[in-house]
C-alpha cells in the first residue's frame, strides 16, 4: 500500500486548477451550460441510483479524481483489503467485514487459513439460534418462550445492530421485541427492564473484548436482575448468550462456551454489523432477511471491486467528501435520509465515519497538513427542515449533504409519500438554486407590497444558493438495499482513509477513554483517597464527593 496522500499525488496539481477554473461556478450554471449533467453523473447500480450532479463537478475534476483514484491505486488497495491483507499496521490485522458477506464456496487467507468456513459455521449457529428463538423451540429457563431480547453493548456492539433493526422494523417478527442497552447510566438498564418479565426475556451480552467496562456493568446488573427472579444459579444459561472474540473472558462471566458466538480480530467493532454482533437482527427480523442484508453489501463490494472510478459509486462518494473537505473548507457534512425507518442512520455514520477517518497523523507518523474526516450529522426529512435546515439553507456555513429515499414505501399511504418525495426533491433543488433579489421583489410585488417595503425585506428572503448534494435513491427499503446503502458508505470511508493516507481502521482516542474513566472511578468510591488530576479535574471530584454525602 502506497503511504502518500493525495497532496502528495501528480494529479494534486490537476484538481488544484480544476478547482480554481469551478470554485467560483454556482451550480446552477454547471446545468445551464450542460442541461445533460443529470445524465452523465448520475449512475444506476442494481436496485440504486446515485445523484451527484448537484455537486462542483465538471469534466476537468472529473478526469483530475480520476487521476487521482488511479495515482493512489484505490482500487488494489481495496482488492488488499478484502483479500486478507494486514492493511491495519498499527493493530497488525487485517481488515475483513468483506469477508463476512461472502458464499460458503469463497476463499480468504488470513495467515494462511481460509477463514470462510469459521464464518460461515458461526452463520448456520446464528440460523439454527434465531430460528429456535423465534419459533419458541428456544425457551427461558421456566419453560416459556422468549417475548423480549435485550442486546447490551455499546458502540460498535449496539449502533450497527440498532440501526438496522429500526431500519428493517417493516420485517420484523411480531411476536419479538428487540431491545438495546448501550448506557452505563443506569437509566438505560432500568427502564428497559421496567416493563419486561425475567422469565420471558433473553440478554444479549456483545462485546468484542468483552472486557468494555459499560457493557460489563449492564451485563452483571441484568445477571443480578434474573438471578434475584429465580435465586438459580442455572437459569443464567437459559438467558444469557455472549457475542464475542474473548472465550476466557466469556467463561470467567459464567456463560459456556456452546452459548458464545464468536468472531474475530479483523472485524472492526464499528464494522462488526454483519458478523454475530447481527445476531439480534436474526432475531428480529429472521436469519433469511439478515442473508439478505449480506447480499446487499456483498454486491457492493463486487461493485467496488470491479468498477474503475468512471462507475465506482463509493470512490466518487470518496472523492466528492474529499473535494468539499479539502478545497473548499466545508468542515461538516450532513446525511439526511427522507425515510422514517434510517431514523438511526446519521448516528450509525458519525461512529463509522468519525472514529475510523477522526485522525491527525498519517501512515508515516506525521502530523498531516490538511483536514480529514469532516464531522458527520444529521437527522431524518420532512423533520430536519423545520429544525436546522434554516442554517443549512441561509446561514453562514455551507454543509453538503447526502439525501437518501426510497422510490416505493413500505405502507399503503400513497399519498404521504409523495408529500415526502417532494419535499427531498425541493430540498435539494433549493440548495442549488437559492433564490435571487430579483425573483423575492417579484414575489412581493405580486402580493402587493410598496417598493419601500419589498427594499426592507428583500435582504431577509435571498438565498445564495450554490449549496451541493448527492442524491441517493434505492427502489424500495428492503435488507438487500439497507446492506447497499450501508456498504457504500463503509467502502467511501475506506477511499477517504487512504487519499488522507491515514490508518481509518485503528481508534486510539476510543481506547484513552476507556483508561481514563478507569482512574477517576476508585477517587469517587473512595473519598479519602487522594487526587492527582489538573485543579479543574479535582474540584469536579470534590465537588461530588461533598454532595454524595448529602
Ligand atoms: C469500534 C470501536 C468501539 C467498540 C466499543 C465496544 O470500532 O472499537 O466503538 O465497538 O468500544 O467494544 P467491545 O465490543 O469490545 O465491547
Redesign the pocket.
Known amino acids: 500500500m502506497l503511504k502518500k496522500s493525495f497532496t502528495e499525488t501528480q494529479a494534486f496539481q490537476q484538481l488544484q486548477s480544476a478547482f480554481a477554473q469551478i470554485q467560483a461556478v454556482h451550480l446552477t450554471q454547471l446545468f445551464e451550460q450542460d442541461a445533460e449533467r443529470f445524465n452523465r453523473y448520475r449512475k444506476e447500480w442494481g436496485p440504486l441510483l446515485f445523484d451527484p450532479s448537484k455537486t462542483h463537478l465538471n469534466d476537468a475534476v472529473f478526469q483530475a479524481m480520476h487521476a487521482l483514484a488511479d495515482e493512489l491505486q484505490l482500487s488494489q488497495s481495496f482488492a488488499d483489503m478484502c483479500s486478507g491483507v494486514a492493511i491495519n499496521e498499527t493493530e497488525n490485522r487485517a481488515v475483513l467485514h468483506t469477508a463476512l458477506r461472502k458464499g460458503p464456496d469463497a476463499e480468504v487467507m488470513v495467515q494462511g487459513k481460509n477463514v470462510i468456513p469459521e464464518i460461515h459455521a458461526v452463520l448456520n449457529k446464528m440460523r439454527v439460534f434465531s430460528d429456535a428463538v423465534i419459533n419458541g423451540e428456544r425457551r427461558g429457563y421456566s419453560g416459556k418462550a422468549f417475548t423480549d431480547i435485550v442486546n447490551i ?5 449496539d449502533l450497527g445492530p440498532v440501526m438496522v433493526c429500526e431500519a428493517l422494523k417493516h420485517y420484523q417478527v411480531p411476536h419479538l421485541q428487540m431491545h438495546f442497552v448501550s448506557n452505563v447510566d443506569g437509566a438505560h438498564l432500568v427502564e428497559t427492564l421496567k416493563r419486561l418479565n425475567p422469565e420471558t426475556t433473553l440478554f444479549l451480552i ?7 467496562q459499560e ?1 460489563m456493568a449492564n451485563a452483571h446488573s441484568a445477571r443480578t436482575w434474573v438471578l434475584k427472579h429465580y435465586g438459580d444459579e442455572a437459569a443464567i444459561a437459559a438467558h444469557f448468550v455472549a457475542i464475542s472474540t474473548a472465550s476466557t473472558e466469556v467463561a470467567a462471566f459464567g456463560i459456556g462456551l456452546d452459548q458464545m458466538f464468536g468472531f474475530w480480530d479483523w472485524v ?5 454489523l454483519w458478523s454475530a454482533i447481527g445476531l439480534s437482527i436474526c432475531l428480529a427480523v429472521g436469519y433469511s432477511h439478515f442473508e439478505q442484508l449480506l447480499a446487499g453489501a456483498l454486491f457492493v463490494d463486487e461493485h467496488t471491486l470491479q468498477c474503475d472510478f468512471e462507475d465506482n459509486i463509493p470512490m466518487q462518494m470518496a472523492m466528492i467528501g474529499m473535494w468539499y473537505t479539502h478545497f473548499f473548507h466545508y468542515p461538516t457534512y450532513a446525511v439526511i435520509p427522507y425515510d422514517q425507518y434510517l431514523h438511526r442512520f446519521p448516528a450509525y455514520l458519525q ?1 463509522a465515519d468519525m ?1 475510523s477517518n477522526g485522525k491527525s497523523v498519517d501512515r508515516n507518523g506525521k502530523p498531516v497538513t490538511y483536514a480529514t474526516g469532516p464531522i458527520i450529522w444529521g437527522e431524518p426529512g420532512t423533520n430536519g427542515q423545520h429544525a436546522f435546515f434554516q442554517l443549512m439553507h441561509q446561514g453562514t456555513h455551507i454543509i453538503p449533504a447526502d439525501f437518501i429515499v426510497a422510490a416505493r414505501p413500505l405502507h399503503d399511504l400513497p399519498m404521504h409519500h409523495d408529500i415526502l418525495l417532494s419535499n427531498c426533491f425541493a430540498q435539494s433543488e433549493a440548495f442549488m438554486t437559492g433564490k435571487t433579489a430579483a425573483q423575492v421583489k417579484q414575489e412581493l410585488a405580486a402580493r402587493g407590497m410598496t417598493t419601500a417595503e419589498i427594499e426592507r425585506h428583500t435582504p431577509f428572503r435571498v438565498f445564495e444558493g450554490n449549496r451541493p448534494s448527492c442524491t441517493f435513491i434505492i427502489e424500495q427499503l428492503t435488507p438487500y438495499t439497507l446492506g447497499i446503502l450501508i456498504a457504500l458508505y463503509e467502502h467511501k470511508i475506506f477511499f477517504q482513509g487512504l487519499l488522507w493516507n491515514i490508518y481509518s481502521f485503528d ?1 486510539w482516542g ?1 481506547e484513552l477513554g ?1 483508561k481514563l474513566a478507569s482512574a477517576i472511578l476508585p477517587e469517587i468510591q473512595d473519598k479519602h483517597k487522594s487526587l492527582q488530576h489538573d485543579a479543574g479535574t479535582n474540584g469536579l471530584i470534590q465537588h461530588i464527593r461533598t454532595k454524595s454525602d448529602m
Open positions: 453493548g455499546i458502540g460498535g456492539s456483545a462485546s468484542k473484548t468483552f472486557t468494555t457493557t472492526g467493532g464499528r464494522y462488526s461512529q472514529e481508534q476510543v476507556k
